[in-house]
């Protein structure tokens, strides 16, 4: 097949050029739906898909070949070729009269240190001097800028023309060896020099007229692969020998050399690289990660002495690749003088030395440059997430490996981390701890502690090697939320800081088993990925993630990421199939099987694979002189399983019962388990047990996952275990377990809390009642651990299986119940997940203790309701006004012992339900005592929510002096000892009460405060608040439109995270009067009605739309007809009332603003903040012009102008011109002058803060004055 770029012919079914590295495949493949195309197609015939870019781009016009060079010193003949690093022509040396090669370096895309590097090399093999077994350089120097040298004529070509033109591209074994030694000598002669050849390959290694092998090309691959595949054609041709710890940019030493005659030995005796894929890629990735297939498997009289050296010299390990060159050539003549028996040596390497059993990867060519280029973006500093999603077996992980290539080639580096199905491995953030621990074992110290700055106690907590490492000791635990904030920060932080240092890829396997904990730190980490040279990819299947998922709410998340990207992985098509057994088989697949299988197995590549593995096993088809053949004259087809799980069900029964056990054993410990473990349950003779352990991983069952002190296996596919584990009897499973956790037990005797969770999992399956104790002991165990590091949802699920345990252990220990439910429901209400503890564990455990006559219990229990109806309901009235929470404040008062700090927050719930439920005056009285003895407990906690309550309910006008004082006091109280929420509680309510007191600077303060804490403990509720306060500040600079759009981010964001409630709350207090003021009351009107039932607001909205005998019947009954109003007694919020008052303005209903009126008189704050978000002062200007008191308003808009300028409230302040210059212009006509200012001033506001309906209403009094 000849190559069209550089002419070079290549043998059959090559599909990239060996010479330049171009692609010979002749079809092409449609990077949209898959179908492979004629090459000459411009378009796909399955979907139009364009196949422009699919086509190889064409060859730029050749300029005219040069005559001569070196200033005619040497006269071309002809052009020999070109490959990636070098053309080479045939001159003649016109000084020294003789034919020589002449090699003209290519230096187009080198910058000047690679050249230098290219002639220091040069020289350095010059200075070498003459040797029979390396190419001799006559001369260097340099052509027009372009470095050159001078060689001998190789008449006998180089050996991959050899190889080429033998006999199934073999070479009779004499000659392969002979070719061998020559290069040995070749090698230890540079290596004595200091010269490391890096490049060595059959086009390197040429061959003089009498066959002595000489070694070419020695130094230029170091000058020239310094960007590895960042130009174009660099590494390919050179790829199928490059050395794993080369490839990866590593340390580079003789032994590399030694891999690559290793290499080319292997293709000199098969006929064939020992590795071979679709891309450079992918080959350099089965150097980096996979065993060879055995040389003796291609050809079956290889001697077993040669092949166990050609895998000696293929180690991934340099120091178990032989030791010099030198070794190698006395290994090669013994083997030529057969001196060396014909079995192999016991130290020879271990590998699947049947190809089935090698992992193969085709296709996925688009998937691949989604996340290729996902990681470049990530090299320049734009950090991403991307989601790998698939079934099962579709090729997740494959495509994640081939990807970590990509990353290692690109000078990056990859973390993996892995999430376990229940059973299995669990810790709080798993995933996360794994890919971290991998990369603590391999830093220096001093890395390690820079790169970890300040957060190296807090990442710590999860992952114990950085304090053995650098000797950190764990700071006293402060606010769970806060600490979580730090944990999940210093996590971000140390990613970052490593990935600054090289560029990292984090793979988080199987993100659909995750803990609540991982997910969390996920969604955190991906919120600050912005500058960081980080790529994470998580796999999940989609087929296992329903509405329901916790995998599912966190997508919703992660989605709003701006550099996330999905990656959907579906079953390789017909053609993929086909080249993927024919990579598997390593020989030509007729059609009709290939599109047989890709029927039967959707084109699922782990099905594809087990169904070859499985028709060879089971006999179905067989080897026979190089070629796999079927046995028996039915059809493949007929014979092949018809599911993934019933191929793999008959594979596994094919194997010895030995390793049948060994494999049932290793299902239940777990996906993954170590070897000690292992050993100690299986209960089979150590022969026996290393055998079947073998033919596991030999059949690609089993595959290690060694750690640094620890020797671990792990189930190539969860499909496996899954179906080992499902096919034991229950009475195997319970013994099993048993035994695992005894041994576990053991094992781990030095490190219980780090395993108690595996431990309490595999003590639950057993009878034996020691067993359930301990565990229940274990499983509380892990639980605390989990609750220490913050990992709460990890810590209510290992609660809710030490419950099913006690419930078989002693279903009558109703005490231990009781205490189990209320941790459960402490536990849900951290977890964020109120209703589970509302509706399942706090109400039983209720029952429970009054079961027990303990009311210290059912104390606990109601406290504990009470805070999970806050938490999911906040202080919304129609909360606090339900059923349930009368009852459970009812139980609350019936329990709570007086004195106690139950009895202060019994006290305090019990006033927010009165007040709900329309006994306002008793509801505040309640809360003042619960706040009295909250202070006189000295209970910190109990003293900010108390207050924060009293700011929020005890809001009537005539408690505005004792609002202030509150906010005043608990702003300059300390904060030691408290926790996030009623830190932030207090703050919420005083952050207002400043600003209706008009003090803004305190206010801004306040907020920033509290903006600072929900930033820092990245609470959701607290960050939707925040995001309230950004609302008001617009509102009141006069942004207005964009205060309406933060209330939009609020509600959607609120229905994301299913806050409805709380967000409809936040957008009521920043948002109800912009929309009003923007000429959107209709929408207003119909927020307040459906999301945020509000009468007052309801009376407001009406009136603004004209709808007056609506608002009219709202202000008679709740205002007109209201008990009291204007006592002392009466607690309606001034916000309500204020509201009630501009739309009584506005209907001219004079009866309720005289009402209105005579209550703020004398005692009221000038503004209200709180849903109203106005000027108090310029609504009884209002009242008062309405009921003729004009000298009485105008000294109201007066007050009103001076403090809204004072805090420059720019609505307000537009607004009260507006009124002042309407009275004057109606009661006080020789002031028309001032009417006119004060209007001017107003419409030119009013359209700049696009204030429509204000602007309409100034602009006639204006047509007015001008008619």
Not at 31 to 36: D, F, K, L, N
Not at 45 to 74: D, I, M, N, Q, W
Not at 377 to 403: D, H, N, R
Not at 438 to 455: A, I, P
């Amino acid at each position: 097949m000849k190559c069209p770029r550089c002419g070079h012919t290549n043998r059959e079914g090559a599909e990239f050029c060996r010479r330049c590295g171009q692609s010979l495949r002749s079809e092409l493949v449609c990077p949209h739906c898959g179908h492979t195309n004629p090459s000459d197609s411009a378009f796909c015939e399955k979907c139009a898909h364009s196949l422009v870019e699919a086509t190889p781009p064409p060859t730029k016009p050749t300029s005219p070949e040069p005559t001569s060079f070196a200033g005619g010193r040497y006269q071309v003949n002809k052009f020999l070729g070109e490959g990636g690093k070098k053309k080479v022509y045939l001159t003649r040396d016109t000084v020294l009269d003789r034919d020589v090669a002449f090699a003209l370096i290519k230096t187009e895309k080198l910058d000047d240190k690679s050249r230098t590097r290219i002639t220091r090399e040069a020289q350095a093999m010059g200075r070498l001097g003459d040797h029979p077994n390396i190419v001799t350089i006559h001369d260097m120097g340099e052509h027009e800028g372009q470095p050159y040298i001078v060689l001998p004529v190789m008449v006998g070509g180089d050996v991959e023309g050899l190889i080429e033109k033998a006999t199934e591209h073999r070479l009779p074994l004499d000659k392969a060896i002979g070719i061998g030694k020559c290069v040995c000598q070749g090698l230890e002669f540079a290596h004595s020099k200091g010269i490391i050849h890096r490049d060595l390959k059959p086009g390197n290694v040429w061959l003089s007229a009498d066959g002595t092998a000489k070694i070419g090309d020695f130094g230029l691959a170091v000058a020239v692969d310094l960007s590895r595949l960042t130009q174009s054609g660099m590494m390919v041709g050179t790829v199928s020998y490059m050395p794993p710890e080369q490839a990866m940019g590593g340390k580079v030493t003789n032994k590399a050399d030694l891999y690559s005659l290793g290499a080319m030995l292997y293709e000199m005796v098969t006929g064939r690289p020992p590795f071979v894929g679709d891309d450079s890629v992918a080959i350099i990735g089965q150097h980096i990660n996979t065993s060879p297939v055995s040389p003796a498997w291609h050809r079956a009289d290889l001697p077993p002495a040669l092949e166990t050296l050609i895998l000696q010299l293929l180690e991934k390990d340099p120091q178990r690749r032989p030791a010099a060159a030198s070794d190698v050539y006395q290994a090669l003549e013994s083997i030529e003088a057969g001196k060396i028996s014909k079995e192999p040596a016991p130290e020879a390497p271990t590998l699947a030395e049947n190809p089935l059993y090698r992992r193969v990867f085709v296709g996925r060519e688009a998937e691949l440059k989604q996340l290729k280029s996902a990681f470049d973006g990530a090299l320049s500093g734009q950090g991403a997430l991307m989601m790998v999603v698939g079934e099962p077996g579709i090729g997740k992980t494959a495509l994640c490996e081939q990807i970590s290539t990509y990353v290692t080639l690109r000078g990056g580096r990859t973390l993996v981390g892995h999430c376990y199905e229940e059973g299995s491995l669990s810790l709080p953030y798993l995933a996360f701890v794994e890919a971290l621990r991998s990369y603590v074992l391999s830093r220096e110290v001093k890395d390690l502690r820079e790169e970890l700055g300040t957060g190296a106690a807090d990442v710590a907590r999860i992952v114990s090697e950085i304090r053995e490492r650098l000797r950190v000791k764990l700071r006293p635990k402060g606010d769970p939320e806060e600490e979580r904030y730090r944990l999940m920060q210093a996590v971000t932080d140390f990613l970052s800081n490593a990935a600054a240092v090289q560029p990292l890829m984090v793979v988080l396997e199987d993100l659909h088993d995750a803990d609540k904990g991982t997910l969390d730190m996920l969604m955190h980490v991906s919120r600050h990925l912005a500058g960081a040279r980080l790529l994470i990819i998580g796999t999940y299947r989609d087929v296992e993630v329903d509405r329901s998922h916790p995998l599912s709410a966190a997508m919703a998340e992660l989605r709003r990421v701006s550099t996330y990207g999905r990656v959907l992985l579906r079953g390789l098509n017909a053609d993929e199939v086909r080249r993927m057994l024919e990579s598997i088989t390593r020989e030509e697949i007729p059609w009709g099987l290939a599109e047989a299988v890709h029927r039967q197995t959707e084109g699922n590549p782990l099905f594809v694979q087990e169904v070859i593995r499985y028709l060879a096993e089971e006999g179905l088809i067989t080897q026979k002189e190089g070629r796999w053949r079927p046995t028996k004259d039915t059809p493949l087809e007929m014979s092949i399983p018809e599911g993934l799980r019933d191929v793999i069900g008959k594979r596994l029964s094919l194997l010895s019962p030995e390793c049948n056990q060994l494999l049932s054993v290793a299902a239940v410990i777990g996906r993954e388990f170590p070897l000690d473990t292992l050993r100690g349950v299986a209960n089979i003779k150590e022969d026996a047990f290393v055998d079947a352990l073998k033919k596991a991983v030999q059949l690609s069952v089993l595959e290690e996952r060694s750690q640094v002190g620890v020797v671990r296996y792990r189930f190539t596919h969860a499909f496996f275990r899954q179906t080992l584990y499902e096919e034991l009897i229950a009475p195997q499973r319970l013994k099993m377990h048993q035994q695992v956790a005894r041994s576990l037990e053991a094992q781990y005797a030095k490190r219980l809390k780090e395993h108690a969770a595996e431990l309490a999992e595999h003590f639950s399956q057993s009878t034996d009642p020691a067993d359930l104790i301990k565990a229940v002991e274990y499983g509380e165990m892990a639980a605390k651990r989990a609750t220490d590091v913050y990992a709460y949802g990890e810590a209510a699920r290992l609660l809710e299986q030490v419950l099913k345990v006690q419930e078989v252990l002693d279903p009558e220990d109703k005490g231990k119940r009781c205490d189990l439910l209320l941790a459960l429901g402490d536990i849900l209400r951290d977890a964020a997940q109120p209703r589970r503890a509302l509706d399942v564990a706090l109400p039983e455990a209720f029952s429970l203790a009054e079961d027990l006559g303990d009311n210290t219990r059912a104390s606990r229990a109601c406290f504990l309701v009470l805070l999970a109806l806050e938490l999911e309901g906040g202080l919304m009235l129609q909360v606090w006004s339900s059923p349930e929470a009368v009852e459970w404040t009812e139980r609350a008062d019936r329990y709570a012992e007086p004195g106690t700090a139950e009895r202060a927050w019994a006290d305090l719930y019990l006033g927010l339900v009165r007040f709900s439920t329309g006994e306002p005056s008793e509801g505040v009285a309640l809360m003042s005592r619960g706040f009295d003895l909250a202070r006189d407990l000295g209970d910190p906690e109990g003293l900010w929510y108390a207050t924060g309550m009293r700011l929020y309910y005890a809001a009537a006008p005539q408690r505005a002096g004792e609002r202030l004082h509150l906010a005043e006091e608990i702003v300059a109280s300390s904060r030691a000892g408290l926790s996030l929420r009623p830190l932030a509680y207090g703050l919420m309510w005083a952050g207002l009460a400043f600003l209706d007191w008009g003090q803004r600077q305190r206010a801004e303060e306040t907020w920033n405060e509290y903006q600072e804490i929900a930033e820092r403990s990245d609470h959701v509720i607290l960050l939707l608040v925040s995001a309230m306060y950004d609302g008001i500040r617009a509102a009141v600079d006069g942004r207005l439109e964009e205060a309406e759009q933060t209330a939009r981010r609020m509600l959607a964001r609120g229905d994301e995270l299913r806050l409805t409630e709380l967000a409809a709350l936040c957008a009521y207090l920043s948002s109800y009067r912009p929309w009003l003021l923007l000429g959107k009351a209709e929408e207003a009107l119909q927020f307040v009605t459906t999301s945020f039932p509000s009468p007052p607001a309801q009376a407001l909205g009406l009136a603004h739309l004209g709808r007056d005998t609506e608002a009219a019947e709202i202000l008679e009954r709740f205002v007109v007809a209201r008990p009291g109003i204007g006592s002392a007694e009466d607690e309606t919020q001034a916000s309500d009332d204020i509201m009630y008052l501009e739309a009584a303005m506005l209907v001219e209903h004079r009866e309720a603003a005289g009402l209105l009126l005579d209550r703020f008189a004398g005692s009221f704050p000038p503004f209200v903040s709180f849903g109203a978000l106005t000027c108090t002062t310029r609504h009884l200007g209002g009242a008062a012009a309405l009921l003729g008191r004009y000298d009485e308003a105008r000294k109201y808009y007066d007050e009103a102008l001076k403090v809204a300028t004072e805090i420059k409230f720019r609505p307000e302040i537009a607004l009260t011109r507006l009124q002042l210059a309407e009275l004057l212009l109606e009661h006080y006509p020789k002031e028309k002058a001032a009417a006119l200012k004060h209007l001017d001033f107003a419409i030119k506001e009013f359209r700049d803060m696009k204030m429509q309906p204000s602007l309409e209403r100034a602009l006639r009094h204006k047509d007015i004055l001008k008619a």
